[in-house]
């Protein structure tokens, strides 16, 4: 009765080996003309580049269109998380006016509050995108 297990596990091993498929000879490049080259995602485009005016009066003398109101975050989930930073609150929303096809922001404010929901402390910045005409 001993026997008939180890028959079936020595029949079990030497059938899985013989699975075993050998590889392919390579084949010399020669009578290929150009070699294959990987093909390469292109790159995401960037987002044109919004000016950020913090100043009202620098756009007195500029024609501009409003195309509405943006804002940028950035939360510190806990005391041991990096603090919230108003430069990076600031650039979110400049990316945020980026997708508007907006080309300038007017800042409005940019403050630094606690309490808010899931966040320890918290980075807000607010504006308006703006489509501002060269002349």
Known sequence: MRVIPLCLLALSLTGCSMLHKSPEPVRSSTTQSTPTEPVRAK????????????????????????????????????????????????????????GMKANAVLLHKCEIVTGSPGCYRQAICQGSALKVSDQ
């Open 43 to 98: 790159p995401a485009p960037r987002p044109a580049p919004v000016k950020l005016y913090t100043n009202a009066e620098d756009l007195v003398s500029k024609p501009f269109r409003d195309l509405g109101e943006v804002s940028g975050d950035d939360c510190q989930s806990s005391t041991q998380d990096s603090p919230a930073n108003i430069n990076t609150a600031r650039k979110r929303m400049q990316i945020r006016a980026s």
